[in-house]
Every structure is written in C-alpha cells, then in structure tokens.
C-alpha cells in the first residue's frame, strides 16, 4: 500500500493496512447481514445435529469479506501484485462455492471440487509449496514438482476443512485466523515480503471485525465462504 509519508516505513504500512482493513469490514457488515437475509443465507437452528444455537442466523461473514477485501486490494494496489493474483482468482472460485453452499448446501464432493479447482488455479501459476525442494532429497526436477503439486493440495484442502471442522464455537475460527494471520504477516515482513505481510495483515483485521460480529452471542455465523477463504489464505 503505497502511503504518502509511510512509504519508507513499512512496519507503519502494514499496520495501516490492519486498521483499516478492520474498520472497512465492520462497516459493510451490516449491509452483508442484509444481503444475506435477501439472500435466503440462514443457518436454521436444527438443521443438523449440531447446530443448537435459539435463533435463524445469517451466514454473512463470507459477503462481508467479498464486499470488504476487493475495496481494500484495489485502493492499496495490492492487485498489481503479480504473485497474489492467483491467490485473488482462486478466491473468486472460492466464494462461488462458498456461497453456493451457503444458500443452497452442497455434497462434500462439490466442496471438494472447488477447493481442488481454487488449488488448480495456484498450481497453474506457479502458486505452490516447495518445501521439498530445499530438503535435497534424491528426486530429479518433474517428480519434485509433482509431488510439490500434491502437498500443495493436500495443504490447502486439508487446511480448509480443518478450519470447517474448528468452526465449531462462536468466534473461535475467526479469533484463531487473526493469530495465525498476524504471525504470518510479521513472518513474510521479515523475509522482506512487504506485498504479502500486507495482505495478511488485511486478513488479520478483517477477522477482527468478524469476531466481533461472530462472538457469543454471534449476529451472523461465517459460513462456507470464510472457511473455505480461510484455508486458502
């Protein structure tokens, strides 16, 4: 986020891109509980075995990241970045399957395969995990990038429904991402990432705003769409 006076300070960048990254998902949260309820987006008590929260819920977490974010990437020019752009495209899949799931409710094989899809798209820019490569294990380079390919699958859908499967209590997964996010912007900072810890400092105070949206007791529940947005990030 190029800022006049903070563009040679940029621990005071990603702060900046924290704050007001909170401050622009609280205030459109409002209008995503809105769109949710037109949407038809509820959580039914009873639904299923474990949902026995008293009232209809909207599921609008997942509205107030789409509404918030692409405001915040577009006015800090994060889009520009050509390595988060694959991280962007496949969160548009992302949200399709998300709200789909929301609205509708889908199989766990049509979950699946948008988190494979939204996995396809990283894979295919070049967006993966090469752990493997800094081991010097005896492999020659396409098995190597094969096998980077599965672990960055196996990463991103074994996050993404382990985050499903913390989503449990009010405000839980949305306080553990602030955490996680957080620890990964300062990480990224430090490696000399400033793109990337900005970007998830954006992540860490848009979770602030949904915990406390999301917080006993929860005006909206996060839905499909954060936790599968969750994961990918």
């Known amino acids: 986020m190029e800022l006049i006076g903070l563009t040679e300070k940029p621990v005071a960048q990603i702060l900046f891109c924290l704050f007001i990254a909170f401050l622009t998902s609280y205030a459109v949260a409002p209008l995503a509980i809105f769109l949710a309820k037109k949407l038809n987006a509820i959580d039914m008590p009873g639904s299923a075995v474990h949902k026995r929260h008293a009232l209809p819920t909207p599921l609008a977490g997942g509205l107030t990241l789409f509404i918030a974010l692409p ?55 070049g967006t993966t995990i090469r752990f493997l490569e ?69 992540l860490a105070g848009a979770s602030i705003a949904l915990y406390i949206y999301n917080k006993s007791p929860a005006r909206f529940f996060l839905g499909g769409v954060v936790i599968f947005s969750f994961g990918m990030a």
């Open 134 to 202: 800094t081991v010097h294990l005896p492999l020659k380079m396409p098995l190597l990038t094969v096998l980077n390919w599965g672990l960055t699958l196996f990463w991103v859908v074994g996050i993404t429904n382990a985050f499903n499967l913390v989503d449990s209590m009010d405000g839980l997964l949305a306080g553990l991402t602030i955490i996680m996010a957080s620890f990964f912007s300062f990480f990224a900072f430090v490696a000399g990432q400033t793109m990337l810890a900005q970007f998830t400092a954006m």
């Open 71 to 125: 405001i915040l990437i577009f006015f800090s020019s994060l889009w520009r970045e050509v390595t988060l752009r694959p991280i962007f495209l496949g969160g548009v899949v992302i949200f399709s399957f998300g709200m789909a799931d929301d609205i509708y409710g889908l199989s766990a094989p049509k979950k699946f395969l948008g988190q494979f899809l939204a996995t396809a798209i990283l894979i295919y820019f």
